[in-house]
DNA sequence: AAACTGTATTTGGTATACCAAGCAAAAATC
DNA sequence: GATTTTTGCTTGGTATACCAAATACAGTTT
């Protein structure tokens, strides 16, 4: 495991970052991507082993990601990566999309050309990679893409909050990203929403980004409806 | 300290939740209390002494509230209290303003009668004692007031960053709920609030929620200049 | 054969001991 | 006398050792 990182010569003491915050990271990483699957338990003493530190820093990331929402701790049981239920991805996603047209409304404000132009550039981008299969790299650039209109708007708690919901929205959103039609329709609802921006039109900016989130709540819908269904058929 | 609960006779085993959460509430309270004022420090040996725990305990608890934005942690400086500056303070205010929207479009959804019933009580209730000179009793009626609307959504990860937003917010709501003028007008604003959750009317109750909390940000931009000036009369 | 109980093992929770880095104060040198 | 360096004390960060509770398995008894 790498995390103790070596001390270059140019930089003899480099800002270390808390352990538990690296641990949180790796395994946040390791949530998403789906290398720790939902439900998944993650006995303390043998992660720590597995990550080559001590249980105290591997707990201390462990509770960042329970306060996150991505990990369940429960006495006297191993922590489980959460697995959330379609009701709790719909309540997820209301917030999700509240903050979202929060910050669409701020970035019509505070957002610089730049940025705007940035974030256009993302969607030309994923609108040329819509009939991509890599569907991973499509799926990176749709999450860039919401990011940085959060990021525009120079509010950190804003930031954070809606970066928490993002993890905890990841898998799903992937999930229902593979539909082809889902995609289509995104692109459009982005073209909107860079539209609004280039406009600076707050209201537009918010209704379509409510439009586009409400929309991801009906795919998503289908995706549990579809896992519902092959989970029946197996039993 | 009163941590360690006695076990009943009737309860032998009571669901012991863990003592760090535990810490965490009871400096929390402390802090949102001003017993631990901003910028003050929270020596970690120290307090843990004083709290009769161990550090390791103390410092989960400390994890929670830095994931709350209550204090601060840096490398090798004593934990501190947060003390945010007012353009902060604007940033959280903007995205409370965002989910409590949320939250007020949902309640007409999802509230029973009775809680509404229960909110209009709690509006009748202040109006009462808008010129009680009892401030903490007007102030966490207030408080309530907003909870009661975010809690009748039954959406748990609203309530919970609301609730987060909620304690990072409350001293300095606090500090602008002092003024009578500021006091009058919330009751108008609430009025209407419960006015829209009684017709449930989404737009309504949304939209005065906004104003309700757009103007929390006028108030509190008086609050700190007041500081400020008094500040400058001391040097 | 089934059910219940007891024991052993595994889990997370907590305390403590150790380590490294930072800051401040004091002493020494220029 | 001022400045710089060194040392020690205080801080948080990490590892480890210990404890209590829960669970699972096995043995015994009905």
Redesign the interface.
Known sequence: MALKQENTIDLPSLP?Q?L?EQIADVLREQILLGQLSPGKNIPERETAAALGVSR?PL??GL??LE?E?LVEMS?SKSPVVANPSFV?VN??L??Q???E??AGE?ACDEATQDEIDEIGAMHQMMVANVQEPDQIKFFQIDMAFHEAIVASTK????IK?HKQ?HSRLWRVRFLSARHREARDKAMVDHGRIVEGLRLRDKDQVSSEIRIHLRRAIENIRIVFAEEEASKSATD
């Open positions: 270390r808390r538990g105290t707990r201390e509770l960042v306060a929402g006495p709790e309540h997820l209301l917030v999309s509240a903050l047209e929060l701020c509010n950190p708690s804003l909050t919901y």
